[in-house]
C-alpha cells in the first residue's frame, strides 16, 4: 500500500512570513531538526554561486524547489514559489504541479498584490486554499475585517477554524473552534510550547480560570460572532476551490502550524487529474506520466548540472525507467532521478504520482515537456508569458558568440529569458517579463559563462508568436522582415514597437494568429 499524498505549494506576499512557516512545518514534520535551517542552508547554497548575490541583496529568493517530509503516514511535497513578482513565470509554473495551497496573510497588512496575483494563478486551476492569518502575536487588524477582506477580494466563502484570544500586547493564545482547544503561550516570549487545553465550548466556565477578563470576553463574544455568521466547513466546496478555512496563527511562535498540517493532512486532496490531450491523466492510471515545470541549472557551477523538476502524475516511477519526452520524440532511460528530502538531495528508486523528482540533464527536457511511458499523452495548461521587456544583448567581446548562444540557449531553456534571434541585424535580443530577470541575466552571464555582456534598449516593445497558412506566414515575412526574428525553437516571432503595433497588425492580418504565448 502506498502512502498517501500532499503536493502543495505556499503564496503569500514578500515578508508575510512564507520562509518561517515553512520552517516550522518542517520542523514540526521531523524534516529538520533546528529551527533557522532552511535560511541557512539557503545562504550556504547560495555563498557558492555568484550570480545568487542578487538575491541576497534584495533579499528575496529567485530559485524553487522542493521540500518533502512524511509525517503520520503521509508524504507532504512542499514546492517553494519564489515570491517576488518579477518572477511571476517560474511561480505560476510551480503552481500548475500543485494540487493546493497555503495563503499566508500578514494579520496587519491583509490581502497584498502579489497574493491576489499567485490567488487569480489558484483560481485558474481552482487550486483549493486553505488560509493562514499570520503574526497575530502582533498588533493587527480586525479578525472580522481580515475574513471579509478574504471573502470579498477573492470572492470565496470562509470559514473561520481558529481565532485569536486577543492580538499584539493581548495576545493570549489562539482557540481551536473545531476543537475547543485553546493554545497559550508561555512567559514574555509569547511562544508556544505546547500549552493546549480541552474545553467544552466558548461557553465553558473554566475558560475564565485561564483568560485574562477582557481577553475571555473579547473571545467568547467574537467566536460566537464567528462561528455563527460564517460557513460551515464543507469539505466539498473547499475541494472545489469555493470556501477557505481560516487559520489564525504565529508562526514565529508557533501558533497555528500544527493545525496547518493537519488541516493539509485531513483535507487538501491527494494528486488530482491533470488536464492533458487527448484526455485528463488519471493519477490512478498504471502508466507513468509526468511533466517538467522547472528547469533549474548549475545548482553546482563546479559540475553545469542542469536539473529538470518533473511532476509525477500518474503510474509508479522506477529508477532506470524508460519515458519519452515529447519534445524529442525517442526514449530517455533516467537512472539517477533525485528526490528532494528537506536537507539532502536523495537518488530516488521509486516515486508516487503527487511527487517531484529530479531528473539531472544536458539540456534535453524542456519546461512544459511531457514524460510518458507510451508517448501518447501531453499535458496542458502549462503558461508561457509574452516577455514585456526586451533588450539587445550587446558583447563586450566580440570572440565569445558561440558562449554567448549556448549561454542564451541554456537560460532561455530554464526560463529565465526568452531569447529571440533576428532574422536581419547581428545582435541577439532577450524578452522578459519583470525587471529582475535583466540583472540576473548580465550576472549569470558572467559568472557561470564568462561573458562580457550588456544590455541595451531594443526599438520593441514587446513579441507575438506567429501562426496561420504557410503561404500567408510567408508573405507576412517577406514584408515585416526587419520585425521577424526565430526563437530557440525556430518558431516565427513577431517584434512589436508597441501594442499599437501589434493592434495594426492583427487588423491587417485577420487569417494569422499573434499569441502571446508559445504553444508547447
Ligand atoms: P517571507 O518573505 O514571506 O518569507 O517572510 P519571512 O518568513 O522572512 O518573515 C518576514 C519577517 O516577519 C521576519 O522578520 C520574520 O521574523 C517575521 N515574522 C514571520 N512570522 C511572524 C510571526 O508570526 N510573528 C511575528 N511577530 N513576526 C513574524
Redo the contacts with the bound molecule.
Keep these: 500500500m502506498t502512502k498517501p499524498r500532499r503536493t502543495f505549494a505556499i503564496i503569500?506576499?514578500?515578508?508575510?512570513?512564507?520562509?518561517?512557516?515553512t520552517e516550522k512545518l518542517l520542523l514540526k514534520g521531523g524534516a529538520i531538526h533546528l529551527a533557522g535551517e532552511v535560511k541557512a542552508r539557503g545562504d550556504n547554497r547560495r555563498a557558492r554561486s555568484d550570480w545568487m548575490k542578487i538575491e541576497q541583496q534584495r533579499g528575496i529568493?529567485v530559485t524553487s524547489s522542493v521540500m518533502t517530509f512524511e509525517r503520520n503516514g503521509i508524504v507532504f511535497n512542499l514546492l517553494d514559489t519564489p515570491?517576488h513578482e518579477d518572477f511571476s513565470e517560474d511561480t505560476y509554473r510551480t503552481l500548475t504541479a500543485v494540487d493546493s495551497a497555503i495563503m499566508?496573510i500578514d494579520a496587519a497588512s491583509g490581502i497584498e498584490a502579489q497574493t491576489l496575483k499567485l490567488f487569480e494563478v489558484c483560481r485558474l486551476r481552482s487550486v483549493p486554499i486553505i488560509t493562514f492569518v499570520?503574526?497575530?502575536?502582533?498588533e493587527g487588524r480586525d479578525p472580522f475585517e481580515l475574513l471579509d477582506e478574504v471573502a470579498d477580494k477573492l470572492a470565496l466563502d470562509v470559514c473561520p477554524m481558529s481565532w485569536p484570544a486577543g492580538m499584539g500586547g493581548q495576545f493570549e493564545g489562539v482557540y481551536d473552534l473545531v476543537n475547543n482547544q485553546l493554545h497559550q503561550p508561555t512567559g514574555d516570549s509569547k511562544q508556544y510550547d505546547g500549552v493546549t487545553r480541552q474545553f467544552t465550548g466558548l461557553d465553558d466556565p473554566k475558560l475564565a480560570e485561564v483568560l485574562s477578563e477582557s481577553a475571555l470576553e473579547r473571545l467568547t463574544s467574537e467566536g460566537e460572532l464567528a462561528q455563527g455568521g460564517y460557513s460551515g466547513f464543507d469539505l466539498e466546496a473547499y475541494q472545489n476551490g469555493d470556501l477557505t478555512p481560516v487559520f489564525f496563527?504565529?508562526?514565529?511562535?508557533q501558533f497555528g502550524v500544527e493545525e496547518l498540517i493537519e488541516a493539509i493532512a485531513d483535507y487538501a486532496p491527494s494528486p488530482r487529474p491533470q488536464p492533458a490531450d487527448p484526455a485528463p491523466i488519471d493519477p490512478a492510471s498504471s502508466d507513468v506520466t509526468g511533466f517538467i515545470f522547472k528547469i533549474q541549472a548549475n545548482m553546482d557551477p563546479q559540475h553545469r548540472d542542469r536539473i529538470a523538476f518533473m511532476r509525477l502524475c500518474s503510474g509508479e516511477f522506477k529508477r532506470g525507467m524508460k519515458l519519452t519526452p515529447s519534445g524529442l520524440g525517442k526514449p530517455i532511460a533516467i537512472h539517477s532521478p533525485i528526490l528532494f528530502f528537506a536537507q539532502d538531495r536523495e537518488i530516488a528508486d521509486t516515486a508516487e504520482p503527487g511527487d517531484i523528482i529530479g531528473i539531472p540533464n544536458h539540456g534535453t527536457l524542456r519546461v512544459g515537456d511531457t514524460l510518458s511511458e507510451k508517448n501518447q499523452v501531453r499535458i496542458t495548461g502549462l503558461p508561457n508569458f509574452a516577455p514585456e521587456i526586451l533588450r539587445r544583448v550587446i558583447l563586450r567581446d566580440p570572440t565569445k558568440t558561440k558562449q554567448l548562444r549556448k549561454a542564451l540557449d541554456d537560460l532561455s531553456e530554464e526560463g529565465v529569458v526568452q531569447v529571440f534571434y533576428p532574422e536581419i541585424g547581428a545582435n541577439w535580443i532577450i524578452g522578459v517579463v519583470g525587471q529582475l530577470q535583466l540583472e540576473v541575466l548580465v550576472s549569470r552571464l558572467e559568472a557561470e559563462y564568462k561573458v562580457d555582456a550588456y544590455l541595451e534598449q531594443a526599438p520593441f516593445e514587446t513579441a507575438r508568436w506567429i501562426s496561420g497558412d504557410e503561404a500567408i506566414v510567408d508573405a507576412f515575412a517577406n514584408i515585416n522582415q526587419s520585425a521577424l526574428a526565430k526563437d530557440r525553437d525556430n518558431n516565427l516571432v513577431f517584434l512589436a514597437r508597441s501594442a499599437w503595433d501589434v493592434g495594426y497588425q492583427e487588423e491587417r492580418n485577420p487569417d494569422l494568429k499573434f499569441s502571446t504565448t508559445r504553444e508547447r
Design positions: 503569500s506576499h514578500p515578508d508575510a512570513g512564507k520562509t518561517t512557516l529568493s515570491g499566508v499570520n503574526k497575530v502575536d502582533r496563527g504565529s508562526a514565529l511562535k
